[in-house]
């Protein structure tokens, strides 16, 4: 069964205080996958998929990695305004699967000023 | 810019009474999803639909949930009768072809409390 794990559940860094959140999935092929902000009282918003291992992208401040088994996403000189609830989810290619997005729990990220 | 849109954006309701949402894919997208989030379970698929017809819907309660897409334009969840456990939030998304690893966007959501 596809499975996503984010770690940790939350984090809280000072502003300019760079990190790192976890995505560990298992997955029968894997097609994509793709990393989403969620702000408070609204939708997941697109940020990258990540198609094979060793892909890297970046946006801003943010750059995310992939290996076999998981993925990461780097924040580099956090600003409060990167506050906000990450996503990570998969999407397998193997038999009998339909093409689903199975996401992650999520890390819910605070940067204070 | 295009959206996904859904209504209502606020659904209060009391328990047992029927919940229709609704979604508005983005224009040229053949792929629809319905989400439902909590704080539990986090983001859950219920069902989706390419080209109109049903691909999965095996995350939905069969008894009291449907979901349906009348058009190309158009999706609706509906929940009969509603029971304050479906209390949540309910993302519809879209994509352009799902097999072709295209984006999936999502709208920004319908917020429901059964009372």
């Known amino acids: 069964e596809d499975q996503v794990t984010q770690s940790p559940e939350a984090l809280r860094l000072q502003e300019g205080e760079s990190s790192s959140l976890n995505c560990s999935y298992t997955?029968?092929?894997?097609?994509?996958l793709f990393w989403y902000r969620q702000d408070p009282g609204k939708g997941p918003e697109f940020l990258f998929t990540l198609y094979s291992a060793g892909e890297e992208k970046e946006k801003e401040r943010l750059k995310a990695t992939l290996t076999k088994k998981e993925s990461f996403l780097h924040i580099t000189a956090p600003k409060p305004e990167d506050s906000a609830t990450y996503l990570c989810?998969?999407?397998?290619?193997?038999?009998?699967?339909?093409?689903?997005?199975?996401f992650g729990q999520g890390t819910t990220l605070q940067v204070k000023p | 810019d295009a959206r996904v849109t859904q209504t209502p954006r606020h659904k209060v309701t009391e328990m047992g009474q029927e919940v229709t949402m609704r979604c508005q894919p983005i224009l040229g997208h053949n792929t629809v999803f319905w989400y439902r989030q909590t704080m539990m379970q986090g983001l859950e698929l219920l069902a989706y639909f390419r080209n109109r017809a049903p691909l999965d819907d095996s995350g939905m309660p069969k008894d009291r949930f449907s979901a349906e897409m009348p058009d190309a334009t158009l999706a609706t969840l509906k929940i009969q009768p509603s029971e304050p456990r479906d209390s949540a939030v309910y993302f519809c998304a879209s994509a352009r072809d799902l097999y072709s690893g295209n984006t999936i966007y999502f709208g920004e959501g319908s917020w429901l409390t059964v009372v």
């Open positions: 997955v029968s092929g894997l097609r994509g």
């Open positions: 989810a998969v999407q397998g290619s193997g038999s009998g699967n339909t093409g689903k997005l199975i």
